[in-house]
């Protein structure tokens, strides 16, 4: 299959613990996204990475939030000293430059 | 303001009839809408995308832009209980000069039998 890949599907973490959501994209894509979507709610813009450079994170909640995506392939977002507010379901998207996203499963996070 | 603004809804529609589902953004430099479907616990996924004035069909649906009204709408003809999801509008260009691709809050849509 070549779709996007997020790992894991579900994550359940106590707060304040650290926790790191991967994404494969589609081999090729240049562009990656990654959205937060808490429950009834549209996908909220967290990052943009072209290939290795992050040019937007201005979606990013706090300075827990980080991102990268080191040979602009995979990327990572990781939360530091998670809070209950973070949980929501996180979607990791790619594409060729100007065409539309395809988005993986998505990560289910839940902070306890 | 949000950039892209959708009414939540819900939307109801019988089967068969038409379901019409709206939205606006504020970026005049947006260049291109996407519609995305969602079922509840899955991820997006694309239905239509339009870059130009005008409408823009594929099979039961319709996308349609006016980009001096700065409005995209999704029409679904002959709808269908499958339909029933939530309907995601996204615009692309929005107030950057780079890749970034803003959603609204989605449409709920609940087709009835």
């Known amino acids: 299959g070549a779709g996007v890949s997020q790992s894991p599907r579900y994550k359940v973490a106590k707060r304040g613990q650290d926790v790191a959501l991967r994404c494969d994209p589609i081999?090729?894509?240049?562009?990656l996204f990654w959205y937060q979507q808490a429950l009834g709610q549209g996908p909220e813009f967290l990052t943009y990475?072209?290939?290795?450079?992050?040019?937007?994170k201005s979606g990013l909640p706090s300075d827990r939030f980080f991102a990268e995506r080191p040979e602009g392939s995979v990327s990572t977002l990781k939360i530091q000293r998670t809070q209950q507010e973070d949980s929501a379901v996180y979607l990791c998207?790619?594409?060729?430059?100007?065409?539309?996203?395809?988005f993986g499963d998505g990560t289910r996070l839940s902070i306890l | 303001q949000k950039e892209v603004e959708q009414n939540s809804g819900p939307l109801s529609v019988p089967e068969g009839a038409i379901a019409s589902l709206n939205c606006t953004y504020s970026?005049?430099?947006?260049?291109?809408f996407f519609w995305y479907r969602q079922y509840s616990g899955k991820s997006p996924e694309l239905i239509m995308f339009i870059y130009s004035n005008g409408d823009k069909e594929d099979g039961r649906f319709t996308a349609q832009l006016n980009k001096a009204s700065q409005y995209v709408s999704l029409l679904i003809r002959d709808s269908q209980p499958s339909d029933s999801a939530t309907y995601l509008c996204a615009g692309r260009g929005v107030k950057t000069s780079y890749d970034k691709v803003i959603f609204g809050p989605g449409t709920s849509l609940s087709v009835i039998p």
């Open positions: 990475f072209q290939n290795e450079a992050q040019l937007d």
């Open positions: 998207a790619s594409s060729l430059i100007g065409q539309p996203q395809h």
């Open positions: 970026d005049r430099g947006s260049q291109s």
């Open positions: 081999s090729g894509h240049v562009s």
